[in-house]
């Protein structure tokens, strides 16, 4: 292998080597993507009509009733994300001679991994934040009644939460969201390991857990992140658990309008609204000052709340204290 090959290769093995590598996001379970056309718009929420009776019958002649579901409430405008991966031509040069290493797709890959970063921890910042629920719409889980304790009774819990959201919108709540803190208290709890004590899994995983909660679906949220280069790693979803209703096959993907599925008409906990297209990768161009490549990318989105009392809050249900003696 020559110095070119050695110095193109070496810090990608390092880098692999050290695990750098962000976990999958997850805020799309609770903030499904939908296009939208225009840049700013009101977010539809729904009140009761989908749950009032309503005098269907009609004698002979005479007008047809009419309901209309739902309604614009708060407006939401679209903010414009936008950066540029950079490749010296140098660098591109250098990993031509190489096989199989394409420097401006992992520019790329780096600016989307940037990109779907920041768009997490919009998504956790909004469904963590407990001035946003409800008063019986959240909990902050204290002493006995934190997951990580052996007393406690999280299934209870849930199967309580489950019931409030339930009472609100007429739907069960079909997903379970999880910080990788609550994903350990859970995996950790005597009630829920003594559910599979005497069958042949040896841990509890999400899809288990979905079982013994009867959710349709449990997701972890294990991305971490640092707000500056000396700043240490922190959990981007926190020391927190979200209960909500997500229309069932909502699992991220963007749904065009009049395809049958997902679509801003919808019922559901949140939605992120996309401009259709997006995100949008640019034909890359060469910066002459820089003498490097330069790969734009375009992502204007925002993820919101619907306005429904479709979710529940789960705070703290690890103890920080137990981590620290356990």
């Known amino acids: 292998m020559n110095p070119q090959e050695t110095r193109v290769i070496d810090p990608i093995l390092t880098n692999v080597a050290r695990g750098y590598k962000q976990a999958s996001f997850v805020g799309k379970y609770l903030f499904p993507a939908v296009p939208v056309r225009v840049s700013g718009g009101q977010v539809i929420e729904f009140g009761k009509e989908s749950f009032l009776r309503y005098n269907t019958r009609r004698a002979r002649g005479a007008a047809t009733r009419r309901v209309r579901f739902g309604y614009e409430g708060a407006p939401f405008a679209l903010e414009g994300h936008r950066l540029e991966g950079q490749v010296a031509m140098e660098d591109q040069r250098d990993a031509s001679i190489v096989p199989g290493i394409d420097l401006g797709r992992g520019a790329v890959h780096q600016v989307m991994r940037v990109q779907g970063q920041e768009l997490e921890i919009q998504q956790a910042t909004i469904a963590t934040n407990a001035a946003l629920y409800a008063d019986d719409h959240k909990v902050a889980l204290a002493d006995e009644a934190q997951w990580s ?54 841990s509890i995983t999400t899809e288990i ?47 065009a309008p009049g395809t049958g599925g997902l679509n801003r008409e919808e019922p559901s906990y949140g939605y992120t609204y996309v401009m259709e297209g997006h995100p949008a990768v640019e034909a890359p161009y060469l910066d002459r000052n820089t003498v490097s490549w330069i790969y734009p990318c375009t992502y204007e989105r925002a993820p919101v709340l619907s306005g429904m009392l479709a979710g529940f809050l789960f705070q703290d249900p690890w103890a920080p204290a137990e981590e620290e003696e356990g």
């Open 149 to 202: 304790h052996d007393s406690s009774k999280p299934a209870r819990q849930i199967e309580d939460a489950k019931e409030v959201v339930r009472g609100q919108i007429g739907i069960e709540p079909n997903t379970l969201l999880l910080s990788a803190k609550a994903f350990k208290a859970l995996k950790q709890n005597e009630s829920l390991v003594e559910k599979i004590k005497y069958t042949s899994r040896d």
């Open 209 to 255: 857990l979905a079982q013994l909660l009867d959710v349709e679906r449990v997701v972890v949220g294990s991305g971490i992140f640092a707000a500056a280069e000396a700043a240490p790693f922190a959990d981007i979803w926190g020391n927190n658990a979200v209960l909500a209703y997500v229309p069932a096959g909502a699992d991220g993907q963007t749904y």
